[in-house]
Nanobody, 129 residues
Framework: QVQLVESGGGAVQTGGSLTLSCVVSGITFSDHCMGWFREAAGNERRGVAFMTTGVGITYYAATLKDRFTISQDSAKNTVYLQMKSLSPGDSGVYYC??????????????????????WGQGTQVTVSS
């Protein structure tokens, strides 16, 4: 059974930082596209950052790449999302997702929500002004 378990969300003030973790079990960690979506209240779920695990090729939403960093720890089957200089616009539920193939070589292919087979339960991030 595939499981993705997120942690690390919480409440921070503007300018603060958080690191989200996603522990993956039930699938081979390498050569999969894994990453993060976020869903703000009233909005659709959108891609944040993705990585082809193993080789470590990363893809970022253009507006977030200077503040967010996705990384992996293969020994722990864990994907991280480091977020800094947070603002209220970053608030929302952050979901870890995985699919059983690589990210596809571009942001367009990496961020296709419907291509992801597995999802975590989500972790809430709230940034106050």
């Amino acid at each position: 059974q595939v499981q993705l378990v997120e942690s690390g969300g919480g409440a921070v003030q503007t300018g603060g930082s958080l690191t989200l973790s996603c522990v993956v079990s039930g699938i081979t960690f390498s050569d999969h596209c894994m990453g993060w979506f976020r869903e703000a209240a009233g909005n659709e779920r959108r891609g944040v950052a993705f990585m082809t695990t193993g080789v470590g090729i990363t893809y970022y939403a253009a507006t977030l790449k200077d503040r967010f960093t996705i990384s992996q720890d293969s020994a722990k089957n864990t994907v991280y999302l480091q977020m800094k200089s947070l603002s209220p616009g970053d608030s929302g539920v952050y979901y870890c997702a995985a699919r059983e193939r690589a990210c596809g070589g571009s942001w367009y292919w990496a961020s296709k929500r419907d291509d992801y087979n597995y999802w975590g339960q989500g972790t809430q991030v709230t940034v106050s002004s």
